[in-house]
């Protein structure tokens, strides 16, 4: 079993930054193939933010682009969300994602999420 666990997230002004970090562990060796970063705001579906592969290509939401970067560190299983000019549409739980190999087993894994509220 995998665990991803979220860091990161509060509250911010409007205009403001926060970085939210994932990492994934497990007693077991595995490979991490993409990982990313979605978000689910009260009443609406939950939405791509960002994705990177193992090989650093990314891919972002029109909405985020040229304000989020997406990175990850392979050497310690852990991805990050850095968020520039936060706007209150912004708001949202940030849920992490990963599609891991732990052999037998290949599915993908989710963090239990980090609110991130931007507000004044």
């Known amino acids: 079993q995998v665990q991803l666990v979220e860091y990161g997230g509060g509250l911010v002004q409007p205009g403001g930054s926060l970085g939210l970090s994932c990492v994934a562990s497990s007693e077991s060796n595995f490979v991490i193939g993409v990982m990313g970063w979605y978000r689910q705001a009260p009443g609406k579906q939950r939405e791509l933010v960002a994705t990177?592969?193992?090989?650093?290509?990314?891919n972002y939401a029109d909405s985020v682009k040229g304000r989020f970067t997406i990175s990850r560190d392979n050497d310690e299983n852990t991805a990050f969300l850095q968020m520039n000019s936060l706007k209150p549409e912004d708001t949202a739980v940030y849920l992490c994602?990963?599609?891991?190999?732990?052999?037998?087993?290949?599915?993908?894994?989710w963090g239990q999420g980090t609110q991130v509220t931007v507000s004044s």
């Open positions: 994602y990963a599609h891991i190999f732990a052999l037998p087993t290949v599915r993908d894994y």
């Open positions: 990177i592969t193992s090989s650093g290509s990314t």
